[in-house]
């Protein structure tokens, strides 16, 4: 194969011309040949077993011509690329083949250049310092969801219920205030409700506050504008009736509680535990934050013009990617298809996906000419440590990972890698500077709140040791899990 000439057309785009010699195109003739024979009657012969100089006699020469060029195609192209050293993206086209009086093959391919980008700083960004102090508001609140989990449900029916409360209802939606004509959808029995959830339509949770057990009422209610179609902006009836109430029961805040749910004997113990686990929490959520941040002034430091082909491939790789959740994952299926059945719109593609698209063709494009630049390379051993860490993560083995990815897959995850944490662990965070309207501003709400009153209860909180590490466990009385144990 042989690259004959090439040029660079409008838009990005270029176009260039490979020729075989006859032995190749020759070679293709055959395999078409012993491809098809089977398929071909010859009068005197018996089926498959005509000679190729006998059919080509029968139906010209240029019988098999086709699938010679079908055969040759992939080969021509890929030979022009490497000798041209052309770096190409989206999908190509062929725009010409032809056999010439030679019996060679000629082909003219068009692709779509890879833009030229210009590198701008990339290394030690000033970024944004992300706090990872836990404060003890945050182990309070931490703590507080735990003991709501495991609170116990105590059933009342002396009062009027009231929020905070679960009340078990029964309820049927009208459309009309005679109640004769239920709409679909608003019916419901011994549904769970928790007032002032905000898990009902507004309104309806606030007339069920005051009602008591066996109480029956109808409630009035208008929907919201922004509500489904067929009943944005109605009024209509529900009628109601508690079944039970019952309100939740926190359990102490003491030893008994600690051993119930952790691994702790004492109170103190499991909140020193509940705080390092936080501090882990935010570091990496600092971490990766520091990271979109450096990444996204890298980008905006770089010179390029991004390819509506490159655009296009991660809007269709993000509309898919959200389709999986719902079960369409027909490669088969358009992208506009999908988009169309997920009730994607032209506004939702224009403010929230293309934008994301164009960012991630960006970030793309910086991480190559990274890659580039560095001549960021993948050894072996990187590559096993590597692998060992991702299957650890998703819980796979790395033969698993391996023979799933592919190792080309897994090489250029590697250095896209790499080359990005060269921009993130080079990253230098630094405070956010205040204005000084922002500073007096501050200054004013702190002296305006009120003294801060504390329970016994809350000052054990507040009281625990600044520790970032978790104490040392001393026994496993363990019977629940918390939020953060599941994280490990």
Known sequence: MIL???????????????????????????????????????????????PLAVIEGMYGPEVFYQDALDELAQDAFEAGIQEGNINFIGVPSITAADVTEARTAVFTFSVELYPEVELGEYKGLEVEEVSTDVTDDEVNAEV???????????????????????????????????????????????????LGSGSFVPGFEDQ????????????????????AEELAGKDVVFHVKVNGITYPELPELDDDFAQDVSEFDTLKDYLSDVKAKLFE????????????????????????????????????AIIRNFANNYGLSDPKMSTETIASMLGIDEETMNTAIRPNAVNESRLELLVNAIIDKEKIEATEEALEEYVAKVSEKVGATVDEIKKYFGMDYIVSEFKKEKAM?????????????????????????????????????????ENVDDAEKPAKKTTKKSTKKTETEEEK
């Not at 009153?453 to 054990?460: D, G, P, V």
């Open 421 to 461: 944490e060269i921009v993130a662990d080079s990253a230098v965070p630094v405070k956010a500077k205040k204005t000084r309207k922002s500073i007096k501003k501050a200054e004013t709400e702190e002296s305006e709140k009120p003294a801060k009153k504390t329970s016994k209860k809350a000052e054990k909180i």
């Open 144 to 194: 507080e969801s735990v003991r709501k989990r495991n609170a116990r449900k105590v059933s009342v029916d002396d009062r009027e219920a009231k929020l905070g409360d679960i009340a078990n209802i029964d309820y049927e939606g009208f459309l009309d205030a005679e109640k004769t004509n239920p709409f679909d959808g608003g019916k419901g029995e011994n549904h769970e409700l928790e």
């Open 281 to 316: 929490r935010k570091s990496e959520q600092a971490k990766s934050a520091i990271r979109n941040e450096a990444l996204l002034k890298a980008c905006d430091n770089m010179k390029a013009e991004v390819p509506e082909t490159m655009i296009k491939s991660h809007i269709d």
């Open 4 to 50: 004959k000439n090439s040029e660079k057309k409008e838009n990005n785009w270029f176009e260039f011309t490979v020729e075989s010699d006859g032995a190749e195109f020759e070679e293709a003739i055959k395999k078409a040949y012993l491809k098809n024979k089977n398929q071909i009657n010859i009068p005197g012969f018996r089926k498959g077993k005509a």
């Open 208 to 227: 069920v506050v005051g009602m008591k057990v066996g109480e029956e009422k109808d409630i009035n209610i208008t929907f919201p504008e922004q509500y």
